[in-house]
């Protein structure tokens, strides 16, 4: 069954600096891979997401993430935070031969000070 | 609609009552899931609907749990003689079929607290 792993419980950067919030996961086969936001009261909103060809994602908001074949990682990248960035945000991978079973990551809690 | 919207958006109760949580998809979305965000934990997925198909009901922690889709649309999570550890967030979200690729769309959530 496919995992995702998301090292960093928290992560603090400060307003204007880039980010980075860190995904690996485990599929047997090949994966699709997501990233969504969660703001506090809130449900989750999708970011982006990788289904194929270009490595480089480009979502929402100014998101980026780069899906890394070999080190089976899809870290979320931003280039200058903003404070408003602040959240709750969860990486996801469900198997290509799967059409129900996404797994998510425990999440990491992005803070941005200004 | 312009997105999924659960009800109630929170939910006290005592211990041993029963509950009904409600999700309304978007419009045209033929799949639609239950999942459980636990305090500092991440999503569980609870159960799935694809249409007219048998829903997997294979995330669901205990029998007291239950979920139907009224004719394809509108769900309900049902939780019978609750237990405090049913407290948490319940999450749905819809995608318009249900494929590898596709999107959930999350609604806002209810959040249960069981006294």
């Known amino acids: 069954a496919q995992s995702v792993a998301q090292p960093e419980d928290q992560v603090n950067v400060a307003e204007g600096n880039p980010l980075t919030v860190k995904c690996t996961y485990s599929?047997?086969?090949?994966?699709?891979l997501f990233w969504y936001v969660q703001y506090p009261n809130r449900g989750l909103q999708f970011l982006l997401k990788?289904?194929?060809?270009?490595?480089l994602v480009k979502g929402s908001y100014g998101f980026e993430a780069e899906f890394n074949k070999s080190q089976t990682s899809f870290h979320l990248k931003k280039p200058s935070a903003l404070v408003s960035d602040s959240a709750l945000y969860f990486c996801?991978?469900?198997?290509?031969?799967?059409?129900?079973?996404?797994?998510f990551g425990a999440g990491t809690r992005l803070t941005v000070k200004p | 609609g312009a997105g999924v919207s659960q009800s109630p958006s929170n939910k006290v109760t005592e211990k041993g009552k029963d509950v009904e949580l409600r999700c309304d998809p978007i419009?045209?979305?033929?799949?639609l899931y239950w999942y459980r965000q636990s305090l500092g934990q991440g999503l569980e997925f609870l159960i799935y609907?694809?249409?007219?198909?048998?829903?997997?009901k294979s995330g669901l922690p205990s029998d007291r749990f239950s979920a139907e889709r009224t004719g394809g649309s509108v769900s309900t999570l049902t939780i019978q003689r609750t237990q405090q550890e049913d407290s948490a967030v319940y999450l749905c979200?819809?995608?318009?079929?249900?494929?590898?690729?596709?999107?959930?769309?999350f609604g806002p959530g209810t959040r249960l607290l069981v006294l």
């Open positions: 609907f694809q249409g007219n198909s048998a829903p997997d």
């Open positions: 599929v047997s086969g090949n994966p699709y």
């Open positions: 979200a819809s995608s318009l079929v249900a494929g590898g690729q596709e999107t959930q769309y």
């Open positions: 419009s045209g979305h033929t799949a």
């Open positions: 996801a991978v469900r198997d290509r031969g799967d059409n129900n079973d996404m797994r």
């Open positions: 990788y289904i194929t060809g270009d490595n």
